[in-house]
């Protein structure tokens, strides 16, 4: 899904946001989205920010194995750019070489965590533009001490992590609170990461926090 929010008026002109949606039953993306609109179509939400949405569709059990390679990322990122510039009102054809936004966003939600990971590691001609990545209590392989050093190795960019207290979240709240003790290091804290462990249900984090960030 490419979605341009009436209020741009060129998709190119603001920042892009790639968001890795969770785990599900869903046959496709659309029925993903009608399944439960209040906490998964984050469209109405974005329809006066400044931003445009690519979301991908993760197949039963978030298989985002294709879009989470270097090549997958740029392909998804540059397909979703050509749509949005092509389809826009007015319509403009798209130039041979698509132009880029000024930055783009990585996030994920629950099952999309491991999809976030890889993509913010891939080798896309596209990671340049990355300024931030939000992962929404979505880190259950053990990945917390991977994002410390991913935030060591790219200190001009941004991680965001927000984990919840309820027990069903456990392992991304471990993976979290490893992540927070590196921002509370004394001798060498993590200074570009923002970690908070909240009291909030798991479903209602994207909606919660993507448009409070932006």
């Keep these: 899904m490419a979605f341009l929010p009436t209020s741009v008026k060129i998709a190119e002109a603001v920042s892009t946001l790639v968001y890795f949606h969770g785990h599900n039953d869903s046959a496709d993306l659309p029925a993903y ?11 109405p939400l974005l329809s006066a920010k400044q931003v445009t ?32 510039i092509e389809y826009a009102t007015p319509t403009r054809p798209c130039p041979v070489q698509v132009p880029n936004p000024p930055a783009i966003i990585l996030a994920a939600h629950s099952g999309g965590g491991t999809a976030l990971k890889a993509a913010a590691n891939s080798s896309s001609s596209y990671l340049n533009l990355v300024g931030q990545v939000w992962g929404f209590d979505c880190m259950y392989s053990g990945e917390g001490s991977d994002w410390v050093r991913w935030c060591r190795t790219n200190g001009g960019k941004r991680l965001r992590v927000r984990a919840s207290t309820h027990p069903p979240s456990r392992k991304p709240r471990e993976e979290a609170e490893k992540i927070l003790a590196a921002v509370r290091n004394r001798t060498n804290p993590l200074r570009n990461a923002d970690v908070e462990v909240v009291n909030l249900a798991h479903s209602l984090f994207p909606r919660t926090f993507i448009p409070a960030f932006l």
Excluded: C, K
Aim: cysteine-free; charged content about 15%.
């Design 33 to 43: 989205l009608r399944s439960n609109p209040t906490t998964r179509d984050l469209r």
């Design 53 to 84: 949405l690519i979301q991908p569709w993760g197949g039963h059990g978030s298989a985002f194995q294709q879009f989470q390679t270097g090549d997958g990322l740029t392909a998804l990122i540059e397909y979703g750019l050509r749509v949005m």
